[in-house]
């Protein structure tokens, strides 16, 4: 059952970036995945439900390990810089990946399913990034802020990075603007402005 729901969201993933999840048709996808149309079907109902399913999918599993790998490492200021530099290089290569949320990411725009789908799926982010800036404040690594602002913050600025990313192309050093932000990002957090608490 799960392989074949894997099988069915690797083809989706692979129709969704070719041609945008507009003009993706059900039959597209029975003819990636290679199996019938009832048997697609049968475990989903139509093309958005596929999306959502993608999505969810490929967050879970980005999640997973960007949390595991953050856990490792010795303080809250470089737990969140292991976060944006895995989210980089997680976006370097998944370019297929990048399509298909940015599709997903303009759904929420009319449609509740959709946008509730996205909630669920980035809450437990915010949840963990939040909690990781709980704990520089609870050691004083961190000057006392709103941990949940500062984890939105955090998650718009990967998202913007994200979705201009295809859009700009090489025209900026995307990477270099990523550390840029780490840098800034961690500065504002500092409880000694400017500088970074050292393990």
Not at 100 to 111: G, K, L, N, S
Not at 119 to 124: A, D, F, G, I, K
Not at 157 to 180: C, K, S
Request: aromatic residues 12%.
């Amino acid at each position: 059952m799960a392989a074949r729901r894997d099988q069915i969201l690797q083809a989706a993933t692979v129709c969704f970036s070719r041609k945008g999840y507009y003009l993706t048709t059900m039959d597209d996808i029975v003819a990636e995945s290679g199996m019938s149309k009832g048997s697609l079907y049968w475990h989903y109902k139509n093309k958005k439900a596929i999306l959502i399913s993608v999505a969810e999918w490929y967050f879970k599993q980005m999640v997973g390990e960007m949390m595991g790998a953050a856990q490792q490492a010795p303080t809250a200021a470089d737990q969140i810089k292991t976060l944006l530099a895995l989210f980089v290089e997680i976006m370097d290569t998944e370019d297929a990946l990048i399509n298909v949320f940015i599709d997903f990411y303009a759904e929420t725009r009319h449609d509740a399913e959709v946008t509730e789908a996205l909630q669920e799926m980035m809450m437990p982010l915010v949840d963990a990034i939040a909690a990781i800036v709980e704990q520089g404040v609870a050691s004083g690594e961190f000057k006392p802020v709103n941990a949940r602002n500062v984890a939105i913050t955090f998650m718009a600025a990967g998202d913007g990075l994200f979705l201009y990313r295809p859009i700009l192309a090489d025209q900026f050093d995307w990477r270099g603007v990523a550390e840029f932000f780490s840098e800034m990002f961690l500065a504002g957090l500092c409880a000694e402005p400017g500088r970074e608490p050292q393990p």
